[in-house]
């Protein structure tokens, strides 16, 4: 069974940092791209971050742009997101997506939007607050 499972959420006060993984089973995620999403209540949801199958791209919602660091290790067969200097802002569920399998001409690609994702997870909830 293909899974992703999201974790490392919980609450944090505004300025603080956490760090998001997103571990896969039942596949392998070196040929998938990867990404984060999220959604706050009462709003769509919206890409946060992606990451080539290679690692060698990386692209940003400008909301969380220097803010917030997304990296991968194959070996693991994880992602992760790392988020710093958190705002009340960024309180949202956080979900991890992966591509379908892109073959070795699609190893730059970086997806943003949430139809280009094949696999989800169920999300982790990330709340900034004092």
């Known amino acids: 069974q293909l899974q992703l499972v999201e974790s490392g959420g919980g609450l944090v006060q505004p300025g603080g940092s956490l760090r998001l993984s997103c571990s896969a089973s039942?596949?392998?995620?070196?040929?998938?791209?990867m990404s984060w999403f999220r959604q706050a209540p009462g709003k769509e949801r919206e890409a946060v971050a992606c990451?080539?199958?290679?690692?060698?791209?990386?692209n940003y919602a400008d909301s969380v742009k220097g803010r917030f660091t997304i990296f991968r290790d194959n070996a693991k067969n994880t992602v992760y997101l790392q988020m710093n200097s958190l705002e009340p802002e960024d309180t949202a569920v956080y979900y991890c997506?992966?591509?379908?399998?892109?073959?070795?001409?699609?190893?730059?690609?970086?997806?943003?939007?949430?139809?280009?994702?094949?696999?989800w997870g169920k999300g982790t909830l990330v709340t900034v607050s004092s």
């Open positions: 997506a992966a591509s379908g399998l892109l073959g070795p001409g699609l190893s730059r690609l970086c997806i943003m939007y949430p139809t280009g994702m094949q696999y």
């Open positions: 039942g596949f392998r995620l070196n040929y998938n791209a």
């Open positions: 990451i080539s199958n290679n690692g060698g791209s990386t």
